[in-house]
């Protein structure tokens, strides 16, 4: 050892070698020392990148579903037996492959229109929730998820599904309300359960998500912890249905009206497809009206699912403020006086417009519940008086007619065959034009009929992976 030391000094490049390497030991020190920061933030951004391309590059995946994939993968994830003994939806085809749709919903809650009992809509003052969310949401995580992909959105009420009685008689909503937040904890929670899916789809695939379907727990982490089986999404108690849970949603309903050009008498709906600028479903088609079922300043006094559809339709189809709560309305019903075509709806009690309701489905996304209608205006007299003020809102790709006509038949061809639709609009849309052509005299209606896909209802229970 003492010889090795006592060489090492006597070596004159090998001394030189040596003091090189300190140099430049202490330089990258001090190079790192002093550019910490902006090496982080070079990482951090890069990071953040990539977290916003897979979440742009899932989400059309996800929206893409002439693959089918995801729905599948869906379906098996939640597929055995469950309290509530739900089924998951699928329409079958003439000159078409059978589709799937990630929707499932009890016998009960479908096809509404048959049963004629009337609806007593509660408010429920508990919040079943408050231990879930405290055990198992990082909300600060989760913020910071929503503001690196730059989705934005104001913390207003919403509504949280709780019960349904097995006969309809009774359905209670309660508050979306923990730590302060309203919407937000919701879209901190059981809403970025997409952002998970999303993420994942786009890093792996979802052929092998497929194949890993047993060890899904390790790519769905939040899943797991809020929405890991059928039971979790609803289950049934007695004669109730139960959501112990955040569970968001909202009404969407097929607008159709009477109408009359020219002499000629027709029946139109308005469909829209989202815009690709939009965050939430884009580049897809959906009925109109559709949003959260949200109180806009009594959350009891609206608690009724058609406030919410009322509301949309003024804030959707006749250029309404979709913020009331900058306004500071103290009367909840003041878009009545905005819209003299609203208010002639409302005032009228359902003697120039039907609403049928369709069904009450979850999501699989993200747990979601619909609550499915058709909006059915009969009197040519509302089109005559009010069509020149309809229009859509910003939301909408413009290259897409908003109005179609029974009449127009290839377009309704072409809508029922397209893959890309949100899943609870297509069952509306089809369900809608069904209910109409069946029960009602419309121009037409035979060959609608011929054209529509026929509803097949599965027991997840019975589902083979």
Excluded at 178 to 189: T, V
Aim: aromatic content about 14%.
């Amino acid at each position: 050892m003492e010889n090795w030391l006592k060489d090492f000094w006597q070596d004159l490049p090998t001394q030189v070698l040596f003091g090189i390497a300190i140099a430049l030991v202490l330089w990258f020190l001090n190079f790192m020392w002093n550019n910490y920061k902006k090496i982080n933030d070079f990482l951090i951004r890069r990071r953040n990148r990539q977290i916003k391309d897979r979440h742009r590059k899932g989400w059309q995946m996800m929206t893409a579903e002439s693959n089918k994939g995801l729905t599948r993968l869906l379906l098996d994830h939640y597929s055995g037996t469950n309290s509530a003994d739900l089924v998951y939806l699928g329409y079958e085809y003439k000159n078409m492959e059978y589709r799937e749709y990630p929707l499932v919903t009890a016998k009960d809650l479908l096809l509404l229109s048959s049963k004629s009992k009337k609806t007593n809509y509660k408010f429920f003052d508990g919040q079943p929730f408050q231990s879930m969310l405290v055990n198992n949401i990082d909300l600060n995580s989760a913020k910071k998820y929503l503001e690196i992909v730059g989705l934005n959105f104001w913390d207003s009420p919403i509504y949280s599904l709780y019960s349904i009685e097995q006969d309809l008689s009774s359905v209670e909503f309660t508050s979306c309300n923990y730590n302060n937040l309203r919407f937000q904890a919701y879209r901190y929670s059981f809403g970025s359960l997409s952002d998970e899916l999303a993420q994942s789809v786009a890093k792996y695939g979802i052929e092998k998500l497929r194949k890993k379907w047993k060890r899904l727990d390790r790519y769905w982490p939040k899943r797991k912890k809020l929405l890991a089986s059928a039971d979790d999404v609803v289950s049934k108690i007695g004669t109730s249905y139960y959501c112990n849970r955040i569970c968001a949603g909202g009404t969407l309903a097929l607008f159709v009206m009477d109408t009359q050009e020219n002499g000629i008498t027709d029946t139109a709906f308005v469909i829209q497809r989202r815009s690709q600028k939009v965050s939430d479903e884009p580049g897809v088609f959906s009925v109109v009206p559709k949003s959260f079922h949200t109180p806009s300043v009594d959350i009891r006094k609206e608690v009724n699912p058609i406030n919410s559809i009322y509301r949309e339709i003024y804030e959707e189809l006749f250029g309404g403020e979709d913020k009331p709560e900058k306004l500071g309305y103290v009367m909840p019903y003041y878009y009545r006086s905005q819209s003299s075509g609203v208010n002639a709806l409302m005032e009228d009690n359902g003697n120039n417009h039907e609403l049928v309701p369709l069904g009450i489905l979850w999501d699989l996304v993200q747990g979601n519940f619909h609550m499915s209608y058709l909006f059915y205006i009969k009197d040519i007299s509302w089109w005559n008086k009010y069509k020149d003020q309809l229009r859509v809102n910003w939301e909408v790709d413009e290259e897409v007619t908003p109005l179609i006509k029974l009449s127009e038949t290839e377009k309704i061809i072409e809508l029922i065959r397209d893959t890309n639709w949100a899943a609870d609009s297509y069952f509306t849309f089809v369900e809608g034009l069904r209910w109409l052509c069946k029960t009602r005299k419309i121009k037409g209606r035979q060959k609608i009929l011929e054209l529509l896909p026929t509803l097949r209802i599965t027991h997840l229970d019975k589902r083979r992976r």
